[in-house]
Nanobody, 115 residues
Framework: QVQLVESGGGLVQPGGSLRLSCAAS????????MNWYRQAPGKQREWVAG???????NYAGSVKGRFSISTDNAKNTVNLQMNGLKPEDTAVYFC?????????WGQGTQVTVAS
């Protein structure tokens, strides 16, 4: 079994920064992919950023240049550094791990960008 726990969300003013973390535990294999998603109120969950199996990072157009994903393999943690936050970034942010064709989700962390 795999468990994912997100942290680091909160309230921030426009233009501010937050760093989200996703800690994975349990049966984590070396071959997996980790992605961040978000879901704003009344909207569908959307992909934000992630790693491919080859280690390449990819970003949604709406966050490219502002968000940065990184990993700490020793801690089985994936981070999402979010800079230049905008009100439209307000959402619950989820991490998702895929391995062996199965998907695992965290419980989400709330990010609110407001004055």
């Amino acid at each position: 079994q795999v468990q994912l726990v997100e942290s680091g969300g909160g309230l921030v003013q426009p233009g501010g920064s937050l760093r989200l973390s996703c800690a994975a535990s349990g049966s984590i294999l070396s071959i997996n992919t980790m992605n961040w998603y978000r879901q704003a109120p009344g909207k569908q969950r959307e992909w934000v950023a992630g790693f491919t199996t080859g280690g390449t990072t990819n970003y949604a157009g709406s966050v490219k240049g502002r968000f940065s994903i990184s990993t700490d393999n020793a801690k089985n943690t994936v981070n999402l550094q979010m800079n230049g936050l905008k009100p439209e970034d307000t959402a619950v942010y989820f991490c998702r791990l895929e391995q062996l064709g199965k998907f695992y989700w965290g419980q989400g962390t709330q990010v609110t960008v407001a004055s």
